[in-house]
């Protein structure tokens, strides 16, 4: 596949998604793939990905690069396709998070989710918008964060305040970018049906709770404020009246307290 010969149904010619394998990224490779968009997918489970391009292809075409993005040679490899096929969207989707007190955790867990959460968030990103300026074609580059990232979160630390970092940096980059067609979104989702929270607590909740998002749901959500190319974006209005509670009107003692004892439940 090569940035000429691509050609697209859809209101973008070709998007890069990242962490494609799974959850939210599974979810949004099937809805862009409806739409006519063809797909770079790339995550770290080589086999849930040509799972993934052998449904789809029947829509599209799709190119699969496996790659860890905590490893930084496999990113050269993502930012060299970047840069080659110019992708004019760009889902930053993969991260992870962990649950427990950052003494508990230690530093190496903690270095591990900044790497991917921020510092591979942000190379591709620079990267991604580079590659649209030199190429001169519009695009968006998406950037899923989370309702974590609004607030200090005793528990989850260091992945709310990776999260702080992706919206602060995605909003400066799009206020830097759009008047060249080029804006830099996140996306705020709450609590999610993936296995975002067995993995966080290491295998401890393996329990489904009835109360989170379907995967389809947040895929929509974030799909349409591409669309709507909305700087950032908190799904439902239960999350947003939370944000704006936490914020505004409680106490910060006391909203320390219970997303405290929320996460460290177990």
Known sequence: MTSKSIRSKGPFRLALV??????????LCRLLAKEGIHLVITGRNKM??????DELRSYVNIVVYPADLSNREERKKIIQKIHELSPDLVINNAGFGVYGKA???????????????VQALMELTTESAKAMLDAKHPGVIMNISSVAGHFPFPG??????????VNSYSIALDEELKEHGIYVLASCPGRVQTNFT????????????????D?????????????KKKAIHTFTGKYRVAEFLIKYILPRRLVLKILKRRILKD
């Open 18 to 27: 990242t962490g494609a394998s799974s959850g939210i990224g599974k979810a």
């Open 48 to 53: 849930n990905l040509y799972h993934i391009a």
């Open 103 to 117: 003494t508990d955790l230690g530093s190496e867990p903690q270095l591990d989710m900044v790497e991917v959460n």
């Open 156 to 165: 989850f630390a260091a992945y709310a305040a990776s999260k702080a970092f």
């Open 198 to 213: 067995f993995r966080a607590s290491r295998g401890r909740r393996k329990k489904q709770d009835p109360n989170k998002m």
């Open 215 to 227: 995967v389809n749901f947040a895929a929509n959500q974030i799909w349409s404020q591409i669309l």
